[in-house]
């Protein structure tokens, strides 16, 4: 199993934004030394719910103080990217990094983002659907063309030219079933968030690995879940940051992205978020259903987690993970002292794991 991290750049510490920034991204320089296999950081802008607008910038930093750990953008948000850029950045940090790159490209969930782009919700599935793919064939053939309903693009050449792209390389969050779909028929390793039970999830986990399994002829790669996670060897502590961290970021999260707003009942590619906007008015509102949520996440002492995870994986089949330490404004102490409690008592026992068979 494939393990990484996975920074949110949440800023609710109070503290000025530069200083915030090279803590949280320092962050994914000590998971090299701690062993983990991936480094993620997400795209958002604007506001302290999470504010990196650039992973593909922030990465080339990461890059010049590593030396082994994967890269990954989790995701660059497609709608708000030009394609071209999008290929000509991805294959200048690759060439940094000496081919440690691996591509998420994500469509993005929330107005008060696409509103500033002047973009809209409506429009980000078909937008998505056109870059994705002219993005894959630049990185694999070093040109750049389209004539799409979104994208009208002159044969450009890209320099650096990328080496050795694959679309096994490339990795879609897929939150909905029209995006699981669109990832298999693609040809892309999945990306979930995990935002609740996932015994729900198994319709659409079921019919990407069926569908990639008839289109390309071969079994669908393990997807990867981003799990905000909490781990302390201390119970008390488990339930105190729980209750205090994970609850002040489930409510940011439910801020951001208007889960009690009614307009993705009306955006049939957004059903997993207006399943998130039903189940937090049943029990009262965002504060009240960040416990359902917690269920969903790796939340734990070190052998509940692990527990967890068998009980998961006994669900869903093989897996990946990059998990969220830094949230809800909890002390980079703390961050630093569950990622270490992690890395040495969880980590190796999820290393070690015969995987699933077909």
Not at 94 to 101: F, K, P, Q, T, V
Not at 129 to 134: S, V
Not at 255 to 260: A, D, P, R, S, V
Request: charged letters at 25%; aromatic letters at 12%.
């Amino acid at each position: 199993m494939q393990v990484g991290v996975h920074l949110g750049f949440q800023n609710l510490h109070g503290l000025p934004d530069y200083e915030f920034f090279r803590k949280e991204t320092q962050l994914a320089i000590e998971a090299e030394a701690m062993g983990f296999d991936f480094a993620a950081m997400v795209e958002h802008h604007f506001t302290d719910y999470a504010a990196c607008p650039d992973p593909l910038q922030a990465l080339s930093y990461v890059a010049a103080k590593t030396k082994t750990i994967k890269l990954m953008p989790a995701a660059v948000i497609l709608p708000w990217n030009d394609p071209l850029r999008v290929v000509e950045k991805t294959a200048m940090l690759d060439a940094l990094c000496e081919g440690r790159l691996h591509l998420g490209m994500g469509r993005g969930a929330a107005r008060r983002e696409f509103d500033k782009f002047g973009v809209t919700l409506h429009d980000s599935r078909e937008m998505f659907d056109e870059a994705a793919l002219i993005i894959m064939d630049g990185l694999e053939s070093g040109y750049v063309e389209a004539d799409t309903k979104w994208y009208k693009q002159p044969r450009a050449e890209i320099r650096p030219r990328p080496q050795g792209w694959s679309r096994d390389r490339c990795v879609m969050v897929s939150m909905s079933p029209s995006s699981c779909e669109v990832a298999a028929d693609y040809g892309l390793k999945a990306l979930r968030f995990s935002q609740g039970d996932w015994s729900k999830t198994l319709p659409e986990i079921d019919k990407y690995r069926n569908t990639f399994r008839e289109k390309h002829g071969k079994q669908a790669p393990p997807f990867i879940i981003s799990d905000f996670m909490v781990c302390f060897a201390d119970r008390a502590k488990v339930t105190d940051y729980t209750d205090k961290y994970f609850a002040a970021q489930f409510r940011q999260v439910a801020n951001h992205y208007e889960f009690m707003s009614p307009h993705f009942k009306d955006l049939p590619s957004y059903a997993t978020y207006a399943y998130m906007g039903d189940m937090a008015a049943a029990r009262g509102g965002p504060d009240k259903a960040y416990k359902d949520y917690v269920d969903g996440n790796l939340i734990g002492t070190p052998d509940e987690l692990y527990e967890k995870h068998l009980m998961r994986k006994a669900m869903v089949g093989d897996y990946e993970i990059i998990a969220n330490f830094s949230f809800g404004g909890m002390p980079y102490e703390d961050v630093y002292e569950q990622m270490k409690l992690f890395a040495d008592k969880v980590m190796p026992r999820l290393k070690a794991e015969e995987p699933v068979p077909a």
